[in-house]
Nanobody, 125 residues
Framework: QVQMVESGGGLVQAGGSLRLSCAAS????????MGWFRQAPGQEREFVAG????????TYADAVKGRFAISRDRGKNTMYLQMNNLKPEDTATYYC??????????????????WGQGTQVTVST
């Protein structure tokens, strides 16, 4: 059974940076598009960033564009999210998942029904 394991979250002041990692256990996800999502308390999970299977194409939610950068290392079966200039509104639990295409990831049509535990990002003022 494939499971996603997110890590790298923490408490940071506004303007700071964090780098999140997503690793897959169970099989390789190198042939899948991947995405980062986040969920703040009382809110629905939302798309943050996505990357295609090759790593050559990526897309971002407007709220994080220019501040976040998604990447993947297919050899290590790992995906990353570099988050710079963090804002208090970025506070959320961050999750990763995969999809059959970048387009499907963008709309939240993910391949895994079971989400990982996520990693908490808290940005203080």
């Amino acid at each position: 059974q494939v499971q996603m394991v997110e890590s790298g979250g923490g408490l940071v002041q506004a303007g700071g940076s964090l780098r999140l990692s997503c690793a897959a256990s169970g099989r390789t996800f190198s042939d899948y598009a991947m995405g980062w999502f986040r969920q703040a308390p009382g809110q629905e999970r939302e798309f943050v960033a996505g990357i295609d299977w090759s790593g050559s194409s990526s897309t971002y939610a407007d709220a994080v564009k220019g501040r976040f950068a998604i990447s993947r290392d297919r050899g290590k079966n790992t995906m990353y999210l570099q988050m710079n200039n963090l804002k208090p509104e970025d506070t959320a639990t961050y999750y990763c998942n995969e999809g059959h295409s970048l387009s499907s990831v963008i709309v939240g049509n993910v391949a895994l029904d079971s989400w990982g535990q996520g990693t908490q990002v808290t940005v203080s003022t």
